[in-house]
């Protein structure tokens, strides 16, 4: 047989198909960098990270009023600048994007994500865990961390206190970081309060505003503000809020979903959005009501936070929902 030949224009012209052919391939799928936890500090915080990226951070700590702050407040808001803990901030977009702000002059006790609420009554008295008056959680100092091949998680004991005085409430946080995927990262949120005496209530700001769930943003650019609940006769009932914008200086836009767990109390919750905060919250309890802690049942909420690195259709929150929705709690999203 005779051999063939190749001359040197036919075999350049055959690189570029080699080349396609090559990229045409399937490739091994990269293995994601390991969930874990890191303790930046004796006392905390205590950090979620994949591989060396921070995912969140948890100020299980108490964390002291930064030296810029009160010279930037209005005398008014001075008394709300005191120390807080038991909140997440920052927390991360997939690009190491901060997506929650702290420490602000218009609100200077708004702090990430945190669960409370602005009225708690126990005996006879009143007290603002929303605003850091009267009533505050502290750290019991018995924190745990876990991780498995698709998460790391907190598991951190906290107790309210009026002042100086007993505990009231035995709050546990359980807040579980999954492995990026191509739809983002999910957070889920559990939280659990019982009273440790007489009983406790919880309200929302004259019963009807803010209250539970608390999500202050960081600002974006071109900030867009979506929430859906599904009316009471469907047959499986999602409510989801979803924000989307790019970060001042930042190159590419991201976006937050959050979902509600159908077995809150109360559910869904009634979102409740002030858009020039950044601020979007489901709320707890019901508009009109308070809620009673009592020692012999505890309250469990339970949420899902997606992160993003591009806004979300309609049709694919939806999905999102469904399946939170459809799933056992701390199921693999």
């Keep these: ?4 030949c190749w001359t040197l224009p036919t075999i350049l012209a055959l690189l570029p198909l080699a080349a396609d052919s090559a ?3 399937p490739r091994a799928a990269e293995r994601p960098p390991p969930l874990g936890i890191r303790k930046l500090a004796p006392a905390g915080p205590w950090e979620i990270v994949e591989g060396d990226r921070p995912v969140l951070r948890y100020n299980y700590q108490s964390v002291p009023i930064p030296d810029d702050v009160k010279p930037r407040l209005a005398p008014g808001n001075q008394r709300y600048a005191v120390p807080r ?4 901030h920052p927390l991360y977009g997939l690009h190491g994007e901060v997506l929650t702000d702290d420490w602000l002059a ?9 669960w409370a609420w602005p009225e708690v009554d126990w005996q006879g008295k009143r007290g603002d865990l929303h605003a850091l008056q009267e009533v505050f959680a502290r ?3 018995k924190i745990e961390s876990a991780q498995g091949a698709d998460f790391a998680e907190i598991e951190a004991e906290n107790e309210w206190h009026f002042g100086d005085g007993p505990a009231i409430v035995r709050e546990m946080a359980v807040l579980r970081a999954w492995r990026q995927t191509d739809v983002g990262r999910a957070i889920d949120l559990e939280f659990r309060f019982v009273a440790l005496g007489a009983d406790v209530q919880v309200a929302r700001r004259d019963r009807s505003h803010y209250g539970g769930l608390n999500i202050r943003l960081s600002p974006v650019v071109d900030q867009k503000i979506v929430t859906f609940t599904d009316p ?3 047959a499986l009932r999602v409510a989801w809020a979803h924000r989307s914008g790019t970060p001042r200086g930042g190159r590419w836009p991201t976006a937050l979903t959050i979902l509600q767990s159908p077995g809150n109390p ?3 919750g009634d979102w409740v959005q002030y858009p020039n905060l950044s601020w979007i919250q489901p709320t707890f309890p019901a508009s009109g009501t308070r809620y009673t802690l009592r020692k012999e049942r505890p309250l469990v ?3 899902r936070l997606w992160i993003h690195d591009k806004p979300l259709a309609a049709e694919a929150i939806r999905k999102l929902a469904t399946t939170y929705s459809s799933l056992p709690p701390g199921a693999l999203p």
Excluded: F, N
Excluded at 85 to 88: A, F, G, L, Q
């Design 139 to 141: 750290p019991t100092g």
């Design 1 to 4: 047989m005779p051999r063939k």
């Design 106 to 114: 218009d609100h200077p006790h708004h702090r990430g994500i945190y």
């Design 85 to 88: 803990s038991d909140y997440v």
């Design 301 to 303: 909420l339970r949420y």
């Design 232 to 234: 009471p006769e469907a």
């Design 23 to 25: 990229r045409a391939q």
């Design 266 to 268: 109360d559910y869904p």
